[in-house]
DNA sequence: CTGAAAGCGCTAACAG
DNA sequence: CTGTTAGCGCTTTCAG
């Protein structure tokens, strides 16, 4: 009988095994502390181990224990400086309880988004994060009953799956306060179209603060539109030829703000002065960008530290607990915000 | 005998079989389409897997065959939208080839770096990237004897690694002409310290075209710093405090030139006007930042699709050509550079 | 065209 | 404290 031999075989248990003169489940003891090894053994396997260059084949252990100490996180993109720290928080967390983090992207695709959902089904990895989903509650359903998820970044309404966000709503509404307490009254907003919760919460927000401060509520003072920031030049542009323009306005991103702040700069208002723009994420670039953007930032760090942290609890528990955490916002102050003229 | 038994225990090739009334084997051929396997055959085991559910375990599967038809890729972070479309073209490399990209994130850490070479030392996939790795020659030797890997955006002198890159040299080269076919001959450069080889080869690149154009190179016009934008700005305030500021700056990224264009905007210069600042890389921000910051575009889709074709055509024909392939560049115009000013 | 069976590398129950 | 051995799920040879 002939196999498949790949020319680089690795040195495997046996090796070990041999070479130090012991038993494989000898060597397998020291490899996992499992239980008590005779000094000398375990000296004469480390040296082996060494000699040989060995290295355990996750791939036969993994097999055997049924499970992969590997969490699956699948980003939309790369594109945003603001899942750095999001997965730094998932790293740290998961290197704390053993398990590794590995990434993948699905460009907000549904069928890619499922092509890498396969190493949850064909069991590559032992659990998903979502940040930001194509899929419908049903077939969160269908995931969370058979493996361990996690959402990230972006609830669904309906869907009982651990969710870990900041708090969208109140951040938008203290975002709005904050252009209150400066003395705007005419505020308007840029919100996306499509199903993002994030965007939903954050409209809720803004309308609550309105409320709460005796500030009518418009319909013509949101815009809805895609993501890009392209977007936040045409909201500009939208609001600036209203009859009656707003002083301010909030936008449910830093890069709909950004374009906001590119547009009005190239129509000549002062940013700040003639107008003032809020954003939400608090990404590198609204540091960056001159003037500073005023934004909400996320805990960013905290929120990836929090979706693994409760996500291996409920594998350790064989259980699916399937909270919503809402962690805390914070208002940054910076030049894109300014008094109102009165 | 009592084994460990997880109690969400999946449906195996076996379950398949028996429902199907086939052996194992037939299921395996149907699932490889490996063999001719007759009709009826075929639809009871396809029958058999969709009434169970069934999705093959690729830990058995991988394990069997030795190889996991998946590539890692380790980023230093996720900080730049720049990884974007190069982990795109490295997807769609790699799933024309059968293959998976997954990524991680090594923060610019030897440790957290090694530890996810992990994955290529107990066989978890098949082949890793390396984007800006932390590792010496020695090492990524060691490395390129034993597994397969390549470099990706930086290369490693010495290094006999399959390497792909933009023509970092040929990129900044034209950078520096454009410049001066704006007029410019006060030319100065933002690099950075450290051993990146990009820098150094864009250094050459721009001492290059001063050479062949018979403007002087002056040591104190190339200013040396950390990849972060706050060195931008540094870098700015010394150019304009020397006795003799130059008129144009050429950033090895396009994040300094951003630290550099928001420093000069803040010192009352008219950028474009003033002083002109030509980027590098083409990162989403040139394009929104006001003014626009002119660049070198490098072409990122290309950069990973080439890297995952060449690593996947040196694993099948099991050998390791280790040229350095460059790619082209393309210098993006816009409103960060202008006429030099006499 | 199909089934039996070996074995990939590893862990863990069991017996000693 | 240690060795033997079954078996995780799968592919593939070999024989029919």
Redesign the pocket.
């Known amino acids: 009988?002939?196999?498949?031999i790949?020319i680089d075989?690795?040195?495997?248990?046996?090796?070990?095994?041999k070479a130090a003169?012991?038993?494989?489940?000898?060597?397998?003891?020291v490899?996992?502390n499992?239980?008590?090894?005779?000094?000398?053994?375990?000296e004469q396997v480390n040296n082996a181990i060494k000699e040989l260059g060995?290295?355990?084949?996750?791939?036969?252990?993994n097999?055997?224990?049924?499970e992969t100490n590997v969490i699956l996180a699948v980003l939309p993109s790369t594109e945003h400086s603001f899942y750095n720290d999001i997965i730094r928080g998932m790293q740290v967390a998961a290197s704390e309880n053993g398990y590794d983090i590995i990434l993948s992207t699905s460009n907000s695709n549904y069928n890619i988004e499922m092509r890498m959902l396969n190493m949850l089904f064909?069991?590559t990895v032992d659990a998903a994060i979502l940040l930001g989903t194509q899929l419908d509650v049903a077939k969160l359903k269908e995931l969370n009953d058979k493996y361990y998820i996690a959402l990230c970044c972006e609830r669904v309404e309906g869907a009982n799956v651990l969710t870990i966000t900041v708090d969208d709503e109140g951040g938008a509404h203290a975002a709005v306060e904050n252009l209150i307490n400066y003395g705007h009254k005419k505020i308007a907003m840029i919100s996306t179209t499509g199903s993002a919760l994030s965007s939903f919460d954050r409209e809720s927000g803004y309308i609550r603060a309105l409320r709460e401060y005796d500030l009518k509520y418009d319909e013509n003072y949101i815009y809805h539109g895609t993501y890009d920031y392209e977007n936040g030049e045409k909201a500009l542009d939208y609001f600036m030829s209203l009859p009656e323009p707003p002083t301010a306005i909030f936008c449910i991103s830093d890069l709909l703000a950004a374009g906001a702040v590119k547009a009005a700069i190239s129509r000549g208002y002062k940013v700040g002065e003639d107008i003032s723009i809020c954003g939400f994420d608090n990404i590198q670039l609204s540091g960056i960008y001159t003037p500073g953007i005023t934004t909400v930032a996320q805990p960013c760090y905290e929120i990836g530290k929090t979706a693994v942290n409760e996500l291996i609890y409920n594998i350790s528990h064989s259980h699916k607990y399937s909270k919503h955490i809402k962690l805390a916002y914070k208002v940054i102050h910076r030049e894109s915000v300014g008094k109102a003229k009165n």
């Open positions: 009988m002939l196999f498949h790949k075989m690795n040195v495997t248990i046996k090796d070990v095994a003169g012991v038993s494989v489940a000898t060597v397998s003891r490899l996992n499992s239980a008590t090894v005779s000094a000398s053994a375990t060995y290295s355990p084949n996750f791939l036969g252990r097999l055997r224990k049924c064909n069991r």
